[in-house]
């Protein structure tokens, strides 16, 4: 395993990924930028692996980029590679759609910015421990990183997320989706969702939403249901047509599965 070394995002890669980690290093680093006027952050560590040193090190298939918290701290993981099966399985459920707004793996490597917001989320205490409310949360966060720091690859979200909009899940439910039903379809569909949403909240209170959350923390399901619906009365309706139900001073929110 070789190094990039930094005090903010160190970057450990497997052979033949120097320059692969660095661009992957410099980017979550444009985000941190944004992140650190808010509040301080922990270092987070990236790694950038082969498919053989990551499933020596870890317990996941091989592909995703994902985020992850543990006792040696906070870390996002991508692959050296995009394995063929997963562009396939993403082809084949974009299928439907037409031309998507650009390539796969660039699409993927986007993304990694939306698991570096989770490891934000740990270190702010603004998860929720709710699957749904914490991936709505990490998309708010994440466009609003790529507002500030890369303007262009925003509107690249925001075009690939009309994009996955338009696919027709069967399970269209939060309480599906707390369980991780519905598929790789769902899951894309979700999050572009929860994005194009995120905008529209953008434009209407630019970071308004992040200064109430970090103002809340830490936060649970409850109190972080009550301050979005509170705070933006149309997202009760929203939320009831995912058939989220509960109010906030009611029964908390679909309860994610054990």
């Given amino acids: 395993m070789r190094a990039l070394p930094h005090p903010h995002l160190p970057a450990f890669f497997s052979e033949g990924g120097a320059l692969r ?17 808010y509040a301080p952050l922990p270092p987070v560590r990236l790694f950038v ?6 499933r020596a090190r870890l ?23 995009y394995p063929e099966r997963l ?29 570096y917001a989770h490891a934000v989320q740990v270190a ?18 994440f466009l609003l990183g790529l507002r500030r720091a890369r303007p262009d690859l925003a509107e690249t979200l925001l075009a690939w997320s009309e994009h996955l909009a338009r696919l027709a899940p069967e399970k269209r439910r939060l309480s599906d989706y707390e369980r991780r ?6 899951a894309l569909w979700f999050q572009a969702r929860f994005t194009l949403m995120a905008q529209a909240l ?37 939320f009831r047509g995912f058939g989220l139900k509960a109010s906030p001073g009611g ?8």
């Fill in 87 to 115: 562009l396939h399985r993403l082809r084949e459920v974009l299928l439907p759609l037409g031309p998507p707004p650009g390539e796969i793996p660039a699409f993927l490597d986007l993304n990694l910015g939306h698991e």
């Fill in 181 to 186: 039903r519905g598929g790789l379809e769902g």
């Fill in 251 to 258: 029964a908390s929110s679909p309860r994610q599965a054990p």
């Fill in 202 to 238: 953008w434009e209407k209170d630019d970071d308004g939403l992040l200064l109430a959350l970090l103002e809340a923390a830490p936060l649970d399901r409850k109190r972080g249901h009550r301050l979005l619906v509170e705070r933006y009365p149309e997202l009760r309706e929203w």
């Fill in 124 to 141: 702010w205490r603004l998860r929720t421990g709710a699957r749904w409310l914490d991936e709505f949360v990490a998309n708010y966060l």
């Fill in 59 to 81: 317990p996941y298939p091989y592909g995703l980029p994902f985020q992850h918290a543990g006792p040696e701290g906070l870390s996002v993981y991508a692959p050296l590679t």
């Fill in 21 to 37: 980690a660095k661009a992957l290093q410099d980017y979550l680093l444009s985000l941190r930028e944004v992140y650190v006027r």
């Fill in 49 to 54: 692996l082969s498919e053989k040193d990551w």
